[in-house]
């Protein structure tokens, strides 16, 4: 049986990361799960992906990793949200709004 989990399109995941922080902090194991929940099974995350991305993010002050542990009790990086990233995660969902609707256009054109 195929799997139908979509791919995400390059730079979205990152406002999924940022979407999914805004809600709780998280390790980044449960950022992949939650997004793949929140998407009923949609969109899978690739953790190749997923640690750069938290990377990226980091870098530049969107989102900070403290020290936690996981259910589990394993010590992980537990990501939060900074204030800087709120911003981006506004900027970016108008912006990913602008261009689904440009997609939408194009596609309903007879």
């Known amino acids: 049986m195929a799997d139908d989990r979509t ?3 390059q ?16 390790h980044g194991w ?3 799960q ?8 949609a969109l899978s995350v690739n ?21 936690g542990l996981a259910a589990n009790n394993r010590r992980v990086n537990v990501y939060h949200l900074t204030p800087a990233g709120r ?3 506004v900027r970016q ?3 990913w709004n602008r261009f689904t609707d440009a997609v939408g256009l194009i596609l309903s054109t007879a």
């Open 87 to 89: 911003r981006l995660l």
């Open 11 to 26: 730079g979205t995941l990152e406002l999924l990361i940022l979407k999914t922080l805004a809600l709780a902090p998280e």
């Open 30 to 32: 449960g950022i992949a």
């Open 93 to 95: 969902v108008e912006n």
């Open 47 to 67: 953790q190749g992906s997923l640690y750069p991305a938290l990377q990226r993010l980091e870098r530049d002050g969107a989102i900070v990793g403290k020290p």
């Open 7 to 9: 791919e995400l399109l």
């Open 34 to 41: 939650r997004i793949q929940q929140n998407s009923r099974d």
